[in-house]
């Protein structure tokens, strides 16, 4: 079975201009372009580039990917329907439309999700995120977070609301791996889209302390969600072997969400 394991296929609509962004400028939630371009974009629009992802996906023979879903109900909603027609299955992690926790609408998203995927501990205020957290934890789902893309974050704090796995960590020190590893979370990087933004996952050293490497695509309009060519660029550029890195998306991911795939069936 092969994971992609971090896709934010709702983008992938999006021609970028050619010029640098940070992450800041580009993806932080609600003034990055992206999501400036989501707000303005047609359903169709959105739908559209979300199928052209899905059969990215399916052409290098992905069985199943971990979206990170933006856009509240509705998204989860258009995702399902992107997937509708395919074989391919997704592990939805959805987040809350506004940058706020509402009970009436966490009861919805987790009915309709496997859980929930949030941008970052900074653009959070931490009490709302203490309250989606005991929410998710609640409907026994995953909640997993991005963690230190640009600039290092405090890991304690992202530890203490015991995401089942993150994301990024390009800015971690190796005392914060080694907490990481203490905590036995898992680790999803995306090397391509990091480099976009002059990033560079710390894989060696999440290996060397036995944290359970993942991969994935992140942005599909940064990077096409073919996650072969995510193997392939890490093999090549990172010096990982090969059979380490075609772990990454098999055996290390079903280890990780086999069970919930069996636990958690979604309406
Ligand atoms: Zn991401």
Request: charged share 30%; proline share 4%; hydrophobic share 40%.
């Amino acid at each position: 079975m092969i994971f992609n394991c971090h896709t934010h296929i709702g983008d992938a609509f999006i021609e970028l201009p050619q010029k640098k962004f940070s992450v800041y400028e580009l993806v932080a939630p609600p003034d990055g372009l992206k999501h400036k371009m989501l707000e303005k974009a047609s359903k169709t629009e959105i739908l559209n580039g979300m199928k052209r992802a899905v059969r990215i996906m399916e052409g290098c023979g992905t069985d199943i990917f971990i979206d990170f879903r933006e856009g509240g109900i509705e998204g989860i909603e258009l995702l399902k329907e992107a997937i509708r027609d395919s074989k391919i299955k997704a592990i939805i992690l959805a987040r809350p439309k506004n940058m706020k926790y509402d009970e009436e609408e966490m009861e919805k998203l987790l009915d309709m999700s496997h859980g929930i995927g949030i941008s970052s501990i900074a653009d959070w205020n931490f009490e709302e995120l203490e309250m989606i957290v005991n929410h998710v934890k609640d409907r026994k789902k995953i909640f997993a977070m991005h963690a230190s893309e640009d600039k290092r974050e405090d890991i304690d704090k992202i530890l203490d609301l015991e995401p089942h796995f993150l994301v990024h960590l390009c800015k971690a020190t190796e005392e914060d791996i080694n907490e990481v590893a203490k905590k036995k979370i898992g680790v999803v990087v995306c090397p391509r889209a990091n480099k976009f933004f002059g990033l560079k996952p710390p894989i060696s050293l999440l290996l060397e302390k036995n944290v359970s490497v993942m991969l994935g695509t992140d942005n599909a309009m940064i990077v096409k969600p073919n996650i072969i060519e995510e193997m392939k660029f890490l093999v090549k550029n990172y010096g990982v072997e090969k059979n380490i890195a075609i772990k990454m998306i098999s055996n290390t991911p079903l280890k990780i969400f086999g069970e919930i795939l069996k636990n958690h069936v979604y309406s």
